[in-house]
């Protein structure tokens, strides 16, 4: 039996006050545009929508529901990015629409038990951050776990490269990600892709997600134009920042830096935002990257318009592939990173404190914020480098005796990098150690720009002459 069918008859009983998921990756990776617009087209309002993000404002994504003001409830990863304003967060500010932050290794982690038959589960995530308040923490061999219940939908909307009548599905390069887990955990999947064959023409052991957990096919018509997206302007990763009127690194030799401290054989994950510079500086190092959307082994970025969209990194960036790549969903993602697989995790931050919190998700005034995967990464990981500029825009210190902002995890960081300096904490019980200054500068101009108490090496290296 077929079950293709036409988008506005496969959303036509998406009903008020239904809870879906919706799939996608970042602010413009696959989002199943067709559905969405069917669904915007259909009209149902407060739904309770789960999804990684809404996606680009203006575009085909899920923020189509926000902005005809369908969505009652939103769990999310990403509720706001600096520099944009949506109107999903106008309507959070006003109280139309409630909001829900979510780790994104736990939010697929909730989908799998959810689809799973398992009502619960604990997870190192989130511990000592706002997202485990009012949750039961528990000790496992003296570390502390927190309690998330499973998550079920109504419906799911997903998206594939090719599907057979039956609702086999195959994806394609990084953009399994959130499909897999969101499918499992709806009574009703809609699936739209790209490619719809007969049922036997996709090899058995090609399928990516058996039909069983497919309830309707959809062809896809309407397309994200990702060449011509306006992607969020950042500074020139060749431009530095001035402190006592002098030039510190650039962007991309802090990425430098940091690609150097990483020793062969290491799996790593870049966070979004300065951390993917790194990838830029490996080469042909036997250190393997690994991508929360469900890649490992890839390379550099890719310049200009020549590029796969299938293969992007975390935060966004179109990318290369390295002999031995692969290619999984996110549960798969997350058990690398939580299972303790990652040598180090690299993240930007806006605060990191003097006894190695991390704050990397929000600030003061934003409505929610953008935590991601960094909560997963850091309880995982076995080394947490935190990168960053050594202070904000208006100069005042980010590396602080104590985080105001809320925490991503504490008393995790192991080394910091920033543009002025490389810094270390020999144990996590013990303050951080000035090892490195950028050239032009004196360990005194260092440390009267930065916040936290820290001691200083008997020896303090120069950054530049320590990176390959």
Same mark, same amino acid.
């Given at each position: 039996m077929s079950k293709v069918m036409s988008a506005a008859e496969a959303v036509a009983d998406i009903g008020d006050g239904a809870s879906l998921g919706v799939a996608?990756? =970042?602010?413009?990776?696959?989002?199943?545009?067709? @559905?969405i617009t069917a669904l915007r087209d259909l009209g149902p309002t407060g739904l309770t929508v789960y999804c990684n993000g809404l996606g680009q404002p203006g575009f085909p994504t899920a923020h189509l529901l926000a902005d005809n003001h369908q969505i009652g409830h939103l769990v999310t990863c990403f509720s706001a990015r600096p520099g944009v304003v949506s109107e999903a967060e106008k309507q959070i500010e006003a109280g139309e629409m409630t909001l829900e932050m979510v780790a994104q290794g736990t939010l697929v982690e909730r989908m799998r038990a959810g689809g799973a038959g398992i009502p619960a589960f604990y997870t190192p995530t989130g511990y000592g951050s706002s997202l485990a308040e009012g949750k039961d923490v528990r000790y496992f061999d003296g570390r502390p776990y927190v309690l998330e219940r499973a998550i079920t939908t109504d419906f799911a909307l997903i998206r594939a490269a090719r599907a057979d009548e039956m609702g086999n599905l195959v994806f394609r390069g990084g953009s399994q990600n959130f499909n897999t887990s969101f499918a499992k955990a709806a009574r009703v999947t809609i699936v739209e892709a790209e490619e719809i064959v007969p049922t036997g023409t996709i090899a058995s052991s090609e399928v990516d997600l058996p039909g069983v957990f497919v309830t309707r096919v959809v062809p896809v018509t309407v397309r994200m134009d990702v060449k011509n997206l306006p992607m969020r302007v950042n500074r020139a990763a060749d431009s530095a920042r001035l402190y006592l009127g002098k030039p510190a690194l650039t962007r991309e030799e802090i990425g430098r830096r940091v690609a150097a401290l990483m020793p062969d054989g290491a799996v790593v994950n870049l966070g979004a935002g300065l951390p993917t510079q790194v990838a830029n500086f490996i080469a042909d190092r036997p250190v393997i990257l690994h991508s929360e959307n469900g890649m490992l082994n890839y390379g550099s970025f890719v310049r200009g318009d020549d590029f796969d969209p299938d293969l992007h990194d975390a935060g966004g960036y179109f990318v290369t592939l390295r002999d031995g790549a692969s290619f999984f969903d996110?549960?798969?993602?997350?058990? %690398? $990173?939580? /299972?303790?697989? @990652?040598? $180090?995790v690299v993240l930007g931050t806006y605060q990191v404190g003097g006894n190695g919190d991390? !704050?990397?998700?929000?600030?003061?005034?934003? %409505?929610?914020?953008?935590?991601? /995967?960094?909560?997963?990464? !850091? $309880?995982?990981?076995?080394?947490?480098?935190?990168?960053?500029?050594?202070?904000?825009?208006?100069?005042?210190?980010?590396?602080?005796?104590? #985080?105001?902002?809320?925490?991503? $995890?504490?008393? #995790?960081?192991?080394?910091? %990098?920033t543009d002025l300096a490389l810094l270390r904490r020999p144990s996590r019980s013990s303050r951080f150690v000035l090892e490195e200054i950028a050239a032009g500068f004196t360990v005194d101009e260092?440390?009267? @720009?930065? =916040?936290?108490?820290?001691?200083?090496?008997?020896?303090?290296?120069?950054?530049?002459? #320590?990176?390959?």
């Open positions: 996608g990756f =970042g602010v413009s990776h696959r989002y199943p545009s067709t @559905l996110s549960v798969t993602s997350f058990e %690398i $990173a939580r /299972g303790g697989r @990652l040598y $180090a991390l !704050a990397n998700w929000s600030v003061p005034g934003m %409505i929610g914020g953008g935590i991601g /995967g960094a909560m997963d990464l !850091a $309880a995982g990981a076995r080394n947490v480098f935190a990168m960053l500029e050594h202070t904000d825009s208006r100069g005042r210190p980010k590396l602080v005796e104590k #985080c105001s902002f809320p925490l991503t $995890a504490p008393g #995790c960081v192991d080394a910091i %990098i260092v440390l009267s @720009l930065t =916040g936290m108490t820290v001691d200083v090496a008997d020896a303090v290296g120069v950054l530049q002459e #320590c990176w390959m």
